[in-house]
């Protein structure tokens, strides 16, 4: 995410897509000098999206499927932690956002020049809020699930600390607007904690039509799964970094694959007998849960028109989450398959990502003061090519269009796997 603050002038590296806040009609005049009052937040998305993503996964794990008795209790444990979670987010923001404004980390939007929506402060690196309060959550969790003498206790930890590790980095970002190719080696430092305690499997079952050709049905990766797995975790948080630039981008699309993750999760430990399957996909529920509600009370506030800016340190933080439970739940292929829509932007932008084009520095729309809409520029990522395709459209539209994208895409994962069911693997 793009540096916005009053003194982050300096051209970066790489591509930093920066939010786009309101089109002039959402508000006509800065807020009065003084302390800071935050638009409240847009509650009734944010409920409309907790029905949308978290009722099919309560049907799924309490009426559908006959889950276990502890397992059911697990997950209302949870939930219940994670809902308060969702309460604490949406009273903290506001009152980080004040701290935030004092120490002048605040963002201008700068397609807004010349209009008096471009001139308000919004408070920056809102996302180390949802951050803190996600590890709580998470660390609090441990007492109701895990016994002392647990073997998923290591690595619970172990996510936990490559978590935190990748929010201080994240924030660090912010707060230094460190360079580009800097940039690609946080995710590789947050990581260590993960791979020096993973003691899961590193052999992948070959595809059904493959196995004739490669002479075996389970190839031993070894140190190569490590690999993949440090891979994984630089991908899901730059990919999410530089999927962005308007309002309610970053957090919509981690909702809307953390919920994908959640029903994935639950229907794996419906439809398998194998407990360590069951167990992993267990796992990942207790991780991704707590996230998808506080990024929720995040989204409320970030939505179109946004009153905070979450920051690299929410991008980095949801990146490395999502990385963390798809590596530990043992389901990286379908992950990937839930990132479509970011896999798509990383190759529509290698050309300027490794400047065999022009690169600027934010990567955004071109913003049409007289209409209020925006138009696609020539620069490859989906937020533009999305305008080409489709011709312009105001900012709120844009982001609801990629947000379906994504919700396809997710759809469409489901679909692949359950024609591939059998033949495949």
């Not at 530990?328 to 065999?356: W, Y």
Request: with cysteine; hydrophobic share 55%; proline share 6%.
């Amino acid at each position: 995410m793009a540096r916005r603050r009053k003194r982050a002038a300096a051209a970066a590296e790489g591509p930093q897509p920066a939010a786009v806040a309101a089109i002039p009609e959402a508000a006509a005049a800065p807020p009065p000098p003084g302390d800071l009052v935050l638009r409240p937040p847009n509650l009734r998305v944010v409920f409309a999206a907790m029905a949308l993503f978290l009722a099919p996964f309560s049907y799924l794990a309490f009426v559908h499927y006959p889950l276990d008795a502890d397992l059911r209790r697990s997950i209302l444990i949870c939930g219940a932690i994670s809902l308060v979670g969702f309460f604490v987010v949406l009273r903290l923001i506001p009152v980080a956002a004040r701290y935030l404004l004092r120490r002048g980390m605040f963002g201008k939007d700068i397609n807004k020049k010349g209009l008096p929506t471009g001139e308000i402060k919004v408070p920056e690196s809102l996302g180390i809020v949802v951050g803190i309060v996600y590890l709580v959550i998470a660390i609090l969790f441990q007492h109701f699930n895990f016994a002392a003498d647990s073997i998923w206790l290591v690595e619970y930890n172990a996510a936990l600390a490559s978590v935190c590790f990748m929010i201080l980095l994240g924030f660090i970002d912010d707060v230094l607007d460190i360079p580009w190719r800097v940039k690609l080696l946080l995710p590789t430092i947050a990581a260590l904690p993960l791979l020096m305690a993973y003691a899961g499997g590193t052999s992948i079952i070959i595809p059904k039509p493959l196995a004739s050709y490669v002479g075996v049905e389970v190839l031993e990766l070894g140190w190569m799964y490590k690999l993949f797995m440090l891979l994984l975790a630089v991908f899901c948080t730059n990919s999410i970094n530089i999927h962005a630039g308007l309002n309610g981008l970053e957090v919509g699309q981690t909702v809307v694959i953390s919920a994908a993750v959640l029903i994935h999760n639950v229907m794996r430990i419906g439809s398998s007998k194998d407990l360590e399957t069951q167990q992993a996909h267990a796992f990942s529920i207790y991780l991704v849960l707590p996230f998808l509600t506080t990024s929720l009370a995040l989204l409320g506030f970030n939505w179109y028109p946004s009153s905070v800016f979450v920051g690299d340190t929410y991008t980095y933080f949801a990146g490395m989450t999502l990385a963390v439970v798809g590596i530990l739940g043992h389901f990286s292929e379908t992950l990937l398959l839930f990132f479509l829509p970011q896999v798509l932007n990383f190759l529509c932008s290698v050309p300027q990502l490794f400047h065999f084009v022009p690169c600027p520095r934010h990567r955004l729309p071109s913003f049409e003061r007289r209409t209020g809409l925006l138009t696609g520029t020539k620069d490859g990522n989906l937020v533009n090519i999305f305008l080409r395709l489709f011709g312009k459209c105001s900012e709120k539209s844009l982001c609801i269009r990629l947000l379906i994208f994504q919700a396809l895409s997710c759809l469409f994962c489901f679909w692949l796997r359950y024609m591939l069911t059998g033949w495949y693997k």
